[in-house]
């Protein structure tokens, strides 16, 4: 169900501005205790405002130490999904404009749709904390434990054709390798054509999928599954071997909200890049992050087997392959195997 609305009116927006500036605050010194003159000015209110907004911090949840004379400091971010955990973490402009929360869904992807046809807004988003049909790409199923994975999609409206839909996927899975790395994964790398791993297990998938006429795309939508919280049990027995988590890469705990709001601050930016500059800066940032290019691969899924070198994307997106006889294959869709380094 999604959660109930958040009461508003004049002063309560007020109020939540004011407790995102000083979150906003807190999160980017990070470790360090921040005055409370500091936040005074940038809020522009007395001391006794300043109080009423950590107290309202720590009702929702936040942990903030105090130290006299050093000032404020966040320990902790609620580990919850609701638009009023999310929004105050985030600095975009339209990626998270309206943030519909669910406890339970079928499929993040499917209630995305529904919303964008009864005529959601370009960046829109759908997280829930658990997905009862959760799907992947190829029809595969998608699941994670409840509460310990984010899993959302966007609700994107690109004025690009259909033809050009798969470099939305693209420019997605740079910003999410980007995002990651940020929060510490550092050896994240995208395998084609966008799968988000780190030395080769799965940190992340994406799903992009258009509702499209002949000559425009109606609106696209962006599904993220992200591994946060996971400990090597709680995947099944068959992925263990090739799956990790943020936990895993970086033996830290990262509440779920700060994760979301970085993929979707990355994402703005890089489908608003791909928006004005077309898809070769992404082709280009793709290019570095890929841990694809420069392999022996086996690509299989859709009709012949292809193995070869795979040496470059092409500007439409696909794959260029070396196979040993010399020939060169452009694959646009299928499974890819790692094999050797070249
Ligand atoms: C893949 O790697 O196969 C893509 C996985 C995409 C999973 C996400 S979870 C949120 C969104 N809702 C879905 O049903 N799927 C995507």
């Known amino acids: 169900m999604p959660e109930a609305p958040v009461p508003a009116g004049e002063g309560h927006w007020t109020d ?17 205790f921040v005055p409370g003159s500091v936040l005074c000015d940038k809020l522009d209110v007395p001391r006794a405002e300043l109080l009423k907004r950590i107290d309202s911090l720590r009702a929702r949840g936040y942990v903030i130490h105090t130290r006299g004379g050093q ?11 609701g638009e009023a955990q999310i929004a105050p973490l985030l600095g975009t402009g339209e990626l998270g404009r309206r943030i519909h929360h669910f406890d339970e869904v079928e499929s993040t992807n499917d209630e995305a749709h529904r919303l964008a046809e009864a005529g959601a807004l370009h960046g829109e988003v759908v997280v829930a ?5 959760g799907r992947g790409r190829k029809g595969r199923a998608w699941m994670a434990p ?22 939305i996927t693209l420019a997605a899975a740079v910003a999410v390798a980007e995002s990651a790395r940020e929060l510490g994964a550092h050896s994240a790398r995208i395998k084609w054509p966008n ?13 992009t999928e258009l509702r499209a006429e002949p000559d425009r795309v109606r609106h696209a939508v962006l599904g993220v599954g992200f591994n946060v919280g996971l400990q090597m049990q709680d995947f099944p027995e068959e992925l263990r071997p090739v799956a990790t988590s943020l936990l895993l890469e970086t033996g830290e705990r990262v509440a779920r909200p700060v994760v979301c709001a970085s ?5 703005e930016e890089w489908l608003s890049l791909h928006e004005t500059e077309g898809f070769a800066p992404v082709a280009d940032r793709w290019r570095e992050l890929s841990s694809t290019l420069g392999r022996r691969v086996r690509i299989s899924g859709s009709g012949e087997t292809v193995e070869g070198d795979a040496f470059d994307l092409a500007a439409d997106g696909a794959l260029l392959v070396r196979e040993a006889d010399g020939s060169l294959v ?13």
């Open 330 to 342: 452009r694959v646009v869709a299928g499974d890819v195997e790692h094999c050797a380094v070249l």
């Open 263 to 267: 993929l979707l601050e990355h994402l």
């Open 71 to 81: 000032g404020y400091r966040l320990v902790e971010v609620p580990d919850k999904l």
């Open 16 to 32: 939540v501005k004011q407790d995102a500036i000083v979150l906003g605050l807190l999160l980017e010194c990070a470790d360090d």
């Open 129 to 133: 904390d658990f997905q009862t049909q």
């Open 195 to 207: 799968d988000v791993e780190c030395k080769g297990r799965k940190l992340a998938g994406l799903l």
């Open 146 to 167: 409840r509460g310990k994975a984010l899993t959302f999609s966007v609700v994107l409206r690109p004025a690009i054709p259909a033809t050009r839909a798969p470099e």
